[in-house]
T-cell receptor
Framework: DGGITQSPKYLFRKEGQNVTLSCEQNLNHDAMYWYRQDPGQGLRLIYYSQIVNDFQKGDIAEGYSVSREKKESFPLTVTSAQKNPTAFYLC?????????????FGEGSWLTVV | DQQVKQNSPSLSVQEGRISILNCDYTNSMFDYFLWYKKYPAEGPTFLISISSIKDKNEDGRFTVFLNKSAKHLSLHIVPSQPGDSAVYFCAASAGGTSYGKLTFGQGTILTVHP
């Protein structure tokens, strides 16, 4: 069953802790992305990766880090430096970054700071 | 600076009628546009896209129109069904290596009444 899997679905973090959100895809897509959605707002790009061992900052990368050691995996770490981490996080992938390739999203992960 | 705007936060339509969702953009470098449908606490589902070389693209009940001179696109759903009730996001990307970097609008809540 092909798709994008994010885990965990719900995560609670204490102040000052780092947490890592998992994203795995078996679609054999080259490009992967992390977006964040806040209530009543659109999605904003955190980081993206076009190929293994390469990634670029998006519009709101501060306080986040990523790695792309394998094609199918693109984990996101929310560090203690992220001032307002409570949000809905979405991982996505696309065949490549060429025109005409839609981006497909996972089911999302809720992160709440307690 | 909101480069992609959905000025209607909500839209209510009767079942069987047409739903028209609108989106405006300011960045003239955008050349690929997508519409996504999203339910609460789920990832967005890709609906339909259009390249800037076209002015119309159809897929079943969904049609997207692009007016480049006005920097405006719209999604038509005909006929509307109660299952179409969701939040609809338009998104845009620029050319070259930016294709996968989507800029999203704030979303429009569509409610289709039986």
């Amino acid at each position: 069953d092909g798709g994008i899997t994010q885990s965990p679905k719900y995560l609670f973090r204490k102040e000052g802790q780092n947490v890592t959100l998992s994203c795995e895809q078996n679609l054999n897509h080259d490009a992967m992305y992390w977006y964040r959605q806040d209530p009543g707002q659109g999605l904003r790009l955190i980081y993206y990766s076009q190929i293994v061992n390469d990634f670029q900052k998006g519009d709101i990368a501060e306080g986040y880090s990523v790695s792309r050691e394998k094609k199918e995996s693109f984990p996101l770490t929310v560090t203690s430096a992220q001032k307002n981490p409570t949000a809905f996080y979405l991982c996505a992938c696309s065949l490549d970054q060429g025109s005409g390739n839609p981006i497909y999203f996972g089911e999302g992960s809720w992160l709440t700071v307690v | 600076d909101q480069q992609v705007k959905q000025n209607s936060p909500s839209l209510s339509v009767q079942e069987g009628r047409i739903s028209i969702l609108n989106c405006d953009y300011t960045n003239s470098m955008f050349d690929y546009f997508l519409w996504y449908k999203k339910y609460p606490a789920e990832g967005p589902t890709f609906l339909i896209s259009i390249s800037s070389i076209k002015d119309k693209n159809e897929d079943g009940r969904f049609t997207v129109f692009l007016n480049k001179s006005a920097k405006h696109l719209s999604l038509h759903i005909v006929p509307s069904q109660p299952g179409d009730s969701a939040v609809y996001f338009c998104a845009a990307s620029a050319g070259g290596t930016s294709y996968g970097k989507l800029t999203f609008g704030q979303g429009t809540i569509l409610t289709v009444h039986p």
